[in-house]
């Protein structure tokens, strides 16, 4: 199955052999559903918060940074931005020489509320001798979206979506990467007023990414009046998965394996990199101009709290539990804080030891806030109370394709969910004692996926790993909030930017 000189491969990438094996053996068994108890709700999972807890969880928050604590955001932005232009590749492929389609026409007729307008104007009237305006009308609407999309022009379909301008403000544009610099110092300023950034990206943009940071972040100390430490990382070689043909043997070009990689699980990695108390996660493209950030300030805030606020609670808990003279009754009001705020639920009534071990197990575990926002019909996973392999039950993110959706009765939970996951979390990664919790630990590699794919032309099978807010999470203590939809504002096509929020 493997051949001599896949050793090296191997060696290069830092994938050992038995790892191979665990990823083969995936490909055979394929991966189990998991068991939903329910949807989680309001009052089932998902906690509401009130005025009172607002004002109690923003003070919260705002004297915790005022210590010496070390607070960081963590941005995937490795993505590409061709996905947003579907439409735009779509219509360049086709015959029509005028746009048909409802998205394609919406592209044109409100073109000159795009940010980059300005620039891709510069371009066509650069590359073609004439604008954007006088194009339209001799109907070369081909020529507009080469200039956008193409390397000869502004290369928008190549690029990733951290560096498209989105935003247009009096005296210039920005782009996603610079709003989140601007966030940052809104939400995560620490008492140094240093605002730690991180964002993963892909190597072949990483260049681009520093370039555009070392072009715009002096403005922004400046108009913020903060320090920053932006540091960026690579998704790492070890985590690439191989990838095999339709009878599960490894798939080669040219006697060599084909790798692929792992999707956004294998990120965990890199956020066990970091050196940090509290860890913001949000994605790149989910931004807004400054004059609407307002709502996710304060609810970023109020999240961050809520997480301060139970983390010492376990940890105070947690202290107690190292006495093995602790008494009954403090066994069970611990119990009740397990049950009723974090939601893990146990499978059966446990005393003595016995409970005081659960509880040591359930508590001192990473802990994560999630913000879930009321379904709006927006693509994404869902918050589900779940049975976990020690029959216990806890609130987990789930991917429809981790539902057995052939099984009537699974399918009906699903389609019971009032809330999705818009990727808002805020993260405790140091236990009761100041020490990094290995991430690595609490990943449940039995939540991976097999998808299709190809490879010039010829089908193979790719494995990806545990979602990262998913199953690269599952053994952590989690907590949804529900937050505002206004806190949610993804940019999937690039029609999206012409949404009033983005204006």
């Known amino acids: 199955m493997l051949k001599q000189n896949d050793n090296d491969v ?13 990823q083969l053996a995936s490909f055979r068994s394929g991966f189990p559903y998991l068991e939903i108890t329910s949807a989680a709700e309001p009052g089932k999972g998902i906690i509401q918060i009130t005025n009172d807890d607002i004002k109690l969880l923003l003070t919260l928050w705002e004297n915790y940074l005022k210590t010496d604590v070390l607070v960081q955001k963590f941005v995937p932005a490795s993505g590409a931005a061709s996905r ?33 307008y300005e620039i891709l104007d510069d371009v066509c009237n650069n590359n073609a ?9 001799h109907g070369n609407y081909r020529s507009i979206l080469e200039n956008l999309l193409l390397k000869t022009g502004l290369n928008y379909g190549n690029l990733p979506k951290g560096l498209l301008l989105f935003h247009s403000y009096p005296t210039h544009k920005r782009t996603p990467l610079e709003e989140h610099l601007a966030e940052g110092a809104m939400y995560a300023a620490n008492a140094k007023n240093e605002v730690k950034i991180h964002f993963t990206v892909s190597k072949e943009h990483r260049e681009l990414f520093e370039k555009k940071l070392n072009e715009t972040i002096s403005l922004y100390k400046k108009e913020f009046n903060v320090n920053y430490s932006v540091s960026f990382s690579e998704q790492k070689p070890s985590t690439d998965t191989i990838a095999v043909d339709a009878n599960n043997q490894p798939f080669r070009e040219n006697d060599e394996l084909v790798f692929r990689p792992g999707g956004h699980g294998a990120l965990i ?7 940090a108390d509290v860890i913001f996660i949000k994605n790149i493209d989910n931004v807004v101009p400054d004059s609407l950030k307002n709502p996710t300030i304060i609810y970023k805030k109020v999240i961050a709290g809520l997480l301060i606020q139970l983390q010492n609670k376990s940890f105070e808990y947690l202290k107690l539990l190292e006495n093995d003279e602790i008494d009954s009754e403090k066994l069970h009001e611990i119990a009740e804080f397990c049950e009723k705020q974090l939601y893990n ?13 659960y509880l040591i197990r359930k508590l001192n575990r990473p802990m994560r806030v999630c913000g879930m ?29 981790q539902i057995d959706l052939n099984n009537p009765a699974e399918k009906a939970k699903m389609k019971q969910s009032s809330h999705f996951n818009p990727v808002d979390l805020v993260c405790g990664v140091k236990n009761y004692k100041g020490e990094k919790f290995d991430l690595v630990k609490y990943v449940d590699k039995n939540t991976g996926f097999i998808s299709i794919k190809s490879k ?25 909030v529900e937050v505002p939809i206004e806190t949610f504002n993804p940019v999937k096509t690039v029609n999206d930017l012409l949404r009033m929020e983005h204006q």
Not at 11 to 16: A, D, E, F, H, R
């Open 10 to 22: 191997l060696q290069k990438k830092g994938i050992t052999l038995s790892l191979i094996e665990e």
């Open 84 to 116: 947003m232009f579907k439409d735009l590749f779509e219509f360049m492929d086709s015959t029509s020489e005028v746009p048909v389609k409802p998205a394609e026409i919406k592209f044109f007729d409100e073109i000159k509320k795009f940010a980059f």
């Open 129 to 137: 001798g004439i604008h954007i305006e006088e194009l339209i009308s």
């Open 269 to 275: 990695e890199n956020l066990n990199d970091l050196d």
């Open 345 to 357: 639920i146990p499978k059966e009534k446990l005393n003595g030891d016995e409970l005081r071990n």
């Open 373 to 401: 926002v009321k379904n709006t019909g927006e693509p994404g996973g869902g918050p589900f109370m779940t049975v976990n392999s020690d029959g216990t039950v806890s609130p987990q993110i789930l991917e429809s394709s």
């Open 456 to 480: 010039n032309g010829k089908e193979l099978k790719a494995l990806e790993l545990p979602g990262l807010w998913n199953g690269a999470m599952s053994d952590w203590n989690t907590i949804f």
